[in-house]
């Protein structure tokens, strides 16, 4: 079934993070229990925490909060979206005029709902589990007025906190001038760093994963830097030895001057080094070595509550086969054809490792299978050359879940299913030892299987393989006739040949199937 037969089924929902920082309207289209995607975002720099003093929102930030929330109240009504939850974090929650601050955000239909930080930090957890495969380890969420970390523990949420370690507070309570000067960094450090430590559960190491708009800017400058094939914050890795080369290279430069520096907007350009020095800080206190960036966070925690529900806690079953399945029917595939060249596919891998022509990995397994079900997105576009339309639109669909060298691997297996063998060139900064082969094998596995299902009828039943002598040989069951499935598949002997070091042979048997 494809999006188009049950487009009747699609809802539609608006959430609005009013944060200390930025105010975001995001909008997700959905078919409860099928997919969601996202399909449009408005971001303001609102700055809502920007001059507070003793606890009061200034009135130059309410301003701009006003135009903001009228400017989202207006898409609202526009686009005829019914279902729009509107939530505030820590510079409403902790403001001493709130009463005047909702009045201002409360903007026709437009109700906001307070959170507390419990659950602030709640939404900015199940953000993360639900866009990374983060089972046990620790998750941090930073904004422009406060902090969350929480303990992960079998995807469970087994203690959070929030604290006011925001960029924008920490930015305006210890840097000024150029934000160069050592003692005021050294100032905001042991401040983070003693906020932290009064949280006695804090620490013991563990995978840290962080979501939030800075760490997000920081992922991509890191990107720009390094000139990664790759530019997108999800699924980026964050050492601290690169954290420390970037934080380093902020502070060589005076504030005014570092909306120059690639992938840096200038609305963060002020309160990155207060973020950057914040990150790290945590990165300490945990005792890991390494961040993993996800591109979700609280607004996607405050949609899937309700696309999961009644679930508690709201958790995909299955985050990365979730983000495939999103991005096939956001892109319109032939699911039935999908799915069947993914069934051809990983029986070929299955009988291969079985006589012991390579190690049948899991995780390789399961990228075979995702560029299985992924590589005629490209029709979309166009048929002609659809691999390359499949490969570019494979990079671009986000994949919460796989990391870069996984969605590099992914989008070249399935621009190499027909024509010519890709080069893995172009991806080489992000690649492991070993990948040359892994992307070998899947090729030739996608190849054989789109060529055994030339007709598109799901004729193939069943694929096995034994070595006899020297001789790989596949054993085809086919409904039906097996002469064309046979045909189309020995144009790939002399690829299959190469890949797994044996001549190729393919019999065929036609069988029923009751």
């Known amino acids: 079934m494809t999006i188009g037969s049950h487009i009747h089924e699609e809802r539609t929902r608006a959430v609005i993070d009013m944060g200390s920082n930025s105010f975001r309207l995001v909008i997700y289209r959905y078919v409860p229990g099928r997919w969601f995607r996202l399909v ?40 005829g979206i019914q279902t729009v ?10 403001a001493v005029n709130q009463r005047e601050v909702l009045e201002v955000l409360s903007v026709g239909r437009l109700v906001v709902r307070v959170l507390s930080a419990e659950q602030e930090a709640r939404y900015g957890y199940l953000g993360v589990v639900n866009g990374s495969t983060l089972a046990d380890g620790w998750f941090m969420d930073l904004g422009g007025g406060s902090m969350q970390v929480g303990r992960v523990d079998a995807r469970q949420l087994s203690r959070s906190m929030s604290a006011p370690l925001g960029a924008v507070r920490l930015t305006e309570a210890f840097l000024s001038g150029d934000q160069r000067d050592a003692n005021q960094i050294t100032a905001l450090r042991a401040h983070v760093r003693n906020s932290l430590a009064s949280f006695d559960w804090i620490g013991g190491d563990g995978r840290v994963v962080g979501i939030g708009g800075a760490l997000r800017t920081l992922a991509v400058m890191q990107q720009r830097a390094q000139r990664s094939p790759l530019i997108d914050p999800n699924g980026h890795r964050m050492s601290r030895q690169a954290l420390a080369t ?107 490792a079985a006589v012991g022509l390579h190690p049948g990995n899991p995780g390789e397994r399961e990228l075979l299978w995702a560029a299985a079900m992924l590589h005629d997105v490209g029709v979309l576009v166009d048929y002609s050359a659809h691999h390359r339309h499949s490969e570019y639109l494979v990079l671009n669909a986000g994949l919460p879940g796989f990391h870069h060298r ?33 992307f070998a094998r899947g090729v030739a596995l996608l190849r054989l299987a789109e ?29 039906g006739d097996p002469s064309l499935a046979l045909w189309s598949a020995e144009q790939e002997a002399p690829y299959l040949e190469r890949v797994f070091g044996h001549p190729v042979a393919l019999v065929g048997r036609a069988v029923e199937v009751t």
């Open 451 to 479: 060529q055994l299902e030339r007709a598109k009828a799901g004729q193939v039943h069943d694929l096995r393989s034994r070595l006899t002598g020297t001789v790989l040989e596949f054993q085809v069951d086919c409904v």
């Open 40 to 79: 449009d975002e408005i971001r303001e720099p609102v700055r809502l925490s920007e001059g507070t003093v003793d606890g009061r929102i200034a009135p130059a930030a309410l301003a701009r909060a006003d135009r903001a929330a009228h400017l989202y109240a207006a898409y609202c009504d526009a686009a």
């Open 246 to 352: 970037t934080i380093d290279t902020l502070v060589d430069l005076p504030a005014g001057q570092r909306s120059r520096l690639p992938g840096l907007r200038a609305d963060r350009a002020d309160i990155i080094l207060a973020a950057a020095l914040a990150i790290d800080e945590l990165m300490r206190a945990v005792g890991s070595d390494a961040l993993d960036v996800c591109g979700q966070g609280l607004r996607e925690g405050v949609f899937l509550e309700h696309y999961l529900a009644p679930t508690d806690p709201p958790l995909l079953p299955d985050v990365r086969r979730t983000s495939v399945i999103n991005a096939a029917e956001g892109l319109g595939y032939d699911r039935e054809h999908a799915e069947q060249i993914a069934r051809v596919a990983l029986m070929g891998f299955d009988a291969t």
């Open 85 to 94: 939850d509107v939530v505030a974090t820590s510079a409403v929650r902790d």
């Open 406 to 438: 996984e969605i590099a691997l992914i989008s070249s297996m399935v621009r190499g299913h027909r024509k010519g063998i890709p080069s893995l060139d172009p991806y080489r900064a992000v690649l492991h030892p070993g990948d040359e082969e892994i």
